[in-house]
């Protein structure tokens, strides 16, 4: 049963990759190929948003999971004045 879930799961692969722009596809191996938790990260948005990289940055999918740990997002000023706020604070 193992072996026939590994075959079938080969096939799911293949065929995304069948479709997968050119440019993701290493990320997309990385991913499956469970070498990089960052790479499955990227790859799951990526086709969230049907590999559109500029859509992860404008998700509005607030609800998912995994949307303050999306990729190529913008660093909030009010996150940067927060935390050169509290460097001012151990500095002193």
């Known amino acids: 049963m193992e072996v026939h879930l590994e075959e079938k799961r080969q096939a799911a692969i293949d065929k995304r990759l ?14 499956v190929a469970r070498k990089s938790m960052r790479a499955a990260l990227k790859a799951q ?32 000023q009010s996150s940067v004045k927060r935390r050169d706020l509290g460097a001012e604070s151990t500095q002193n």
């Open 45 to 76: 948005c990526l086709e969230c948003v049907n590999w559109e990289k500029s859509e992860i940055r404008n998700c509005i999918a607030l609800g998912c999971p995994l949307w303050a740990y999306r990729p190529y997002q913008e660093i909030l």
């Open 18 to 31: 069948a479709i997968i722009p050119k440019s993701y596809r290493k990320t997309y191996e990385k991913a």
